[in-house]
């Protein structure tokens, strides 16, 4: 079920108004998981089935772990969490990949090894919520936390609707004790959950789908040379169409969260606006980095254990992370990419220092350029269906070979370019600024003309609306 879909404007109109109506704590939650049990089998029924065994394992384990007091039998219980969790993710999510490879290992070694097709079906969403559960499990042996009292409390939070299938990635601690208590939303947050799945779903079908697609479609399903101009404008297409997407998801699962009165983290803070890479990190899909930084590259020695440890560190965390986004070579070399970018930062920072020209507003934009230039770089092989697609587009990108083939037409030419640059403007100008601080500073009729605008645009557009992109993670 898609939130850009007539079926989720009339589920949503339901599940507010049971959230609202004069019935028990108990019996609202237990209406939220039903709601939520709906919304995913929404896809393939299923599927269902694989949230149940997340749901039960990591709740048995947590309990059985919490009592435990000698290392080993933790230690075992956590691995059998961790087995079950990443056995699901791998089997459905990398078993083809892992297979393909094997097939054309052994074919390297003189070996004709024939199997037969990998036609199995990822689970829409499956990478989120199970290291949403794997949050839990670790911060119990970790003994962060408790576990939950309840288990419907428990089993709302892994399949709670809003951030089920394409986060943000909320950590038991933030969203588990919201559970406990009884909450409605306020009028101020129903207001404000509005306006954010308003400006979300602005994002999503209107600049997402609307504005930048094509383009990105265009360029990247291109058989033949470009020229330097479109594979430029189709990366930088893409770049602002991944963003729209995936932040347009994201603010909206928070503003349909907040009409049923829960906070979810926020997941984006103008990312294109980054001065530098670690800052790209603290600022890009937050609750994905600060669960591998938590839970990976502290656990692996962080910082703590010398220059080539930390820069290792760095490296396999961004090389796990690019392998969480697809099982395929192309994203593996994405975060290898970006492991690469926070090493040499890090590394330049301990030989240069702090100089002060690096303050300078002149400076600090150039940083910001050559961040998102560099970033770009990366999106080629996170967007390309092949590294012969990607190599292909690198090659015209950095040489800028004219002789390629010209694909987009004038007009996207010209809204690409107006689209991208409204984007990077509206970023910088929001870098250090929050959005309900704007939106508060701006009168009454100002706020109610862009709000029945971004409306008008989301109706209009809708009909070439597709599925968000974070779905096939």
Partial sequence: MLFNSLTFIAFFALVLALHNAPLSWTTKKANLLIASYLFYAAWNPPF??????????????????????????????????????????????????????????????????QVPDWSIILPVGISFYTFQTMAYSLDIYLRRAEPSKSFLDFALFVTFFPQLVAGPIVRPTHLLPQFAVPRVATPKQLYWGLGLMTIGLFQKI???????????????????????????????????????????????AIGVALTLGFGLPDNFRYPYASIGFSDFWRRWHISLSSWLRDYLYFPLGGNRKGNLRTYANLMTTMLLGGLWHGASWTFVVWGGLHGFYL???RWLKKRVGDWPVWST?????????????????????????????????????????????????????????????????????????KLDEVIGSMPAWLVGLVWGVLLTLIVITQGGSAAFIYFQF
């Fill in 48 to 113: 269902v089935v694989l949230l149940w065994l997340s749901t039960v394992v990591d709740w048995v384990v947590a309990k059985r772990m919490f009592l435990e007091q000698r290392a080993r039998q933790r230690k075992m219980l956590l691995a059998a969490s961790v087995i079950v969790n990443l056995g699901v993710l791998g089997y459905f999510k990398y078993g083809g990949f892992l297979l393909e490879n094997f097939v054309a290992l052994a074919a390297t070694a003189g070996i004709d090894y």
């Fill in 206 to 252: 209107v600049v997402a789908d609307g504005l930048l697609a094509q383009s990105a479609d265009m360029v990247f399903g291109a058989s033949a040379m470009l020229h330097p101009l479109d594979a430029w404008l189709g990366t930088l297409a893409f770049s602002g169409q991944i963003f729209a997407d995936f932040a347009g998801y994201s603010t909206t």
């Fill in 343 to 345: 090493a040499a930062e």
């Fill in 361 to 433: 507003k002149g400076m600090q934009i150039a940083l910001a350029v050559l961040t998102y230039v560099l970033v770009n770089i990366t999106w080629v092989f996170f967007r390309a269906e092949d590294f012969t697609t990607a190599w292909r587009m690198i090659d015209t990108m950095v040489t800028f070979n004219m002789d390629g083939q010209v694909v987009l037409p004038p007009i996207l030419i010209i809204q690409t370019v107006v689209t991208i640059s409204t984007m990077l403007v509206a970023h910088w100008y929001m870098r250090d600024r």
